[in-house]
């Protein structure tokens, strides 16, 4: 797969992807905080929804502004499978399907998508953007790594592990468009 240049609304439409997405997960794992008996998940869903809310800030700050766009016409899910995922991320009933979630689908996809189009950037066009792509990467990375010892320190029975997979496989499948 050879990858095409970007264009200033294909680069709008990336980004307000981005913004969409962002923000969902800010009201999600925000919203999970006061439900969570665990104090360290819930520390760390707390920290991470703030994560969350300041990338989606900072990539507001990066649609274009041209007389010709309107920015938010650009914030939208980047793929039709997004919003049945939010949706039922935001069912996940259970601290482990809730980690799993996160720090197993979400977080790894997110940072490996961040990646890419950092890959693709070019610095003469995307610098702005480049930057922020190695913000919110750094940030998604560490979280992915301190949410991943959360998913590992949860799973300590057969049937956790077996809830686990199967709330991960659901997931994955959504996404696959399945």
């Known amino acids: 797969m050879v990858d095409e240049p970007w264009t200033l609304v294909g680069t709008a439409r990336t980004v307000g992807g981005y913004v969409w997405l962002e923000e969902r997960l800010f009201e999600v794992v925000g919203g999970w905080v006061a439900s969570v008996p665990e104090a360290d998940i819930k520390l760390r869903f707390d920290a991470d929804s703030y994560h969350h809310a300041w990338h989606a800030s900072l990539w507001r700050e990066r649609l274009p502004t041209l007389s010709q766009f309107v920015p938010d016409d650009f914030v939208a899910p980047a793929t039709p499978a997004l919003e049945p995922v939010m949706a039922l991320l935001g069912q996940a009933a259970t601290t482990v399907e809730r980690v799993v979630a996160l720090y197993r689908v979400v977080v790894p996809r997110l940072a490996v998508g961040y990646q890419h189009h950092l890959v693709r950037a070019t610095s003469a066009s995307d610098g702005p953007i480049a930057r922020a792509l190695e913000l919110v990467l750094s940030d998604e990375c560490r979280d992915w790594q301190r949410g991943e010892a959360l998913v590992q320190g949860?799973?300590?029975?057969?049937?956790?592990?077996?809830?686990?997979?199967?709330?991960?496989?659901?997931?994955?499948?959504?996404?696959?468009?399945?």
């Not at 949860?154 to 997979?165: D, K, P, R, Y």
């Open 154 to 178: 949860a799973l300590i029975s057969a049937a956790e592990v077996s809830q686990a997979a199967a709330w991960q496989g659901r997931l994955e499948a959504l996404l696959a468009g399945e």
